[in-house]
């Protein structure tokens, strides 16, 4: 796209330049075909970008933009042989770029897409303010096996001359990112954790006590960028025991982020036509985070004892206040813990990419909840509807009624299996695990979920769904036929997943 909005070279036949679905399919092309994992040509790829800013009039441009740029864990000419289309981030970015520009925004936050000293985001030369958030094990077949080796690619954003803000980190990651910043002369502050009496009584908008890290690092880069833009009315005083200025504190109680430590109510579609609906009173509560690291999932599984252990200390004691942190939002009004004394169910819907190794994720997950006395009665593993090779694919009827191949989903199930049985070996064809053309019984709600496969019962602790809808299905019927009982539902394992659900629940 040059800068007079005109898209040059052909889009697939199929699309319509003015269509959504257009716009879809001409940045699905962009996609490449390499298997997730494949580092190979990254520097070649990163090269490219300047070239790419060259062609679009950009290169010196962009060093105007008064740009944050963080890293952490989680054209115009037709184009030749020599300066091939961009892959889909490198398009985004440059597109990302021309809109900041065109729109002379005051700041731009970038994050970086994958490591950082060879992303497409680190064309910038010169930002404001450099961050680093926390550290884990990621991506560690491009990035490195290592936590010293990622935290390497991490600081290939740091700047000489550039201030620069991390968080406190293992030795192994802060050792690497010191050594880096002494090379550039770079002075590396740490931000430590946001005292809870700084947001004078108020909530941090994101759920879980590692938002706290999070948001000290926000708030010192915020506070680098207006020192260093002279916005003197904003400027904040060191002694902050007084708590944050308004501002800020409007800024990290708003926050959200879908699929992070994300509550929803599922309300039966024919009850949203009710006048009076409780919309707080469902007895299906999805609890919605794509975590897919070791890390990110520790957070996770304590993020969802806190929700679903505060819930049940929360009835005990009468807690319903307004300012309760448990309670959450459906479309604007405010829900409480339960209130109807229902015996509630906890399910695991899970999926991870192959890239992943399930048997870092799952026993993670299945250890910290287990040691909080928190059992899942049944835990579904499920293949996403989103395609890793197209943009948006949408709920086509299509999507809704393909079972896709669930192959990876048994070798899940088995990772599962042999970790709460403690059998070293879980054969294919084992005559207890549910088959995947069948959906699970209701059983599994009236055993006790410690023990979800007690002697001489066919109840296994999971089962292969063959399509996403099926299962969002299922879980709807169970809660119908089963009205005494809550389903408290833990999607988990993949943003994929999170987000496909979340396209299906909310109507």
Known sequence: MGFNGVIHGPLPPQAHPSSYEGAMEALSSLITVRKRGDGSKRAEKFDLMFKYLKVLGLEDKIDGLKIIHVAGTKGKE?????????????????????????EKVDVAILEVGLGGGLDATNVVRRPVVCGITSLGMDHM??????LGKIA?????????????????????????LQDRAATLMVHLDIALPLQEKMLRGLKLGLDGLHQFTNASLAVALCRCWLEQTKHQTFFLDDNLDAGLPEPFLQGLCAA???????????IPEKSLQMPDIDECSSNLVFYLDGAHSPESMEICANWFLDSVTGEKNSLK??????????????????????????????????NCMEARDPELLLPQLFKICAGKGI????????????????VDPGLSDRTLETCMDTSWQSTLQRTWEKMIHGRDNIPENDSKLQKPDSLPSYDFLHGSSENCNPPGNNVTCS?????LPLAIKWLRDCVKENPSFRLQVLVT????????????IRR
């Open 78 to 102: 037709k184009t030749t042989d020599v300066l091939p289309m961009p892959v889909l981030f490198q398009f985004l970015t440059l597109l990302a770029f021309k809109i900041f520009l065109s």
């Open 141 to 146: 077949e491009i990035l490195g096996d290592t």
């Open 152 to 176: 390497s690619e991490k600081a290939g954003i740091l700047k000489s001359g550039v201030p620069a803000y991390t968080v406190p980190q293992l030795s192994e990651a802060m050792s690497v």
């Open 256 to 266: 959200r982020l879908q699929g992070r430590a994300e509550i929803v109510h599922d």
């Open 317 to 350: 004691n009468n807690l319903m206040d307004e300012f309760n942190p448990l309670n959450t939002v459906v479309n604007g009004k405010m829900c409480y813990p339960n209130r109807s004394n229902k015996i509630s169910k906890r399910i695991l819907l899970f």
């Open 375 to 390: 059992h899942f009665s049944k835990a579904l593993f499920v293949p996403s509807m989103s395609i890793y090779h197209k």
């Open 463 to 467: 089962a292969v769904i063959p399509s």
């Open 493 to 504: 394992g993949s943003l994929h997943l999170v987000g496909d659900v979340l396209k299906l």
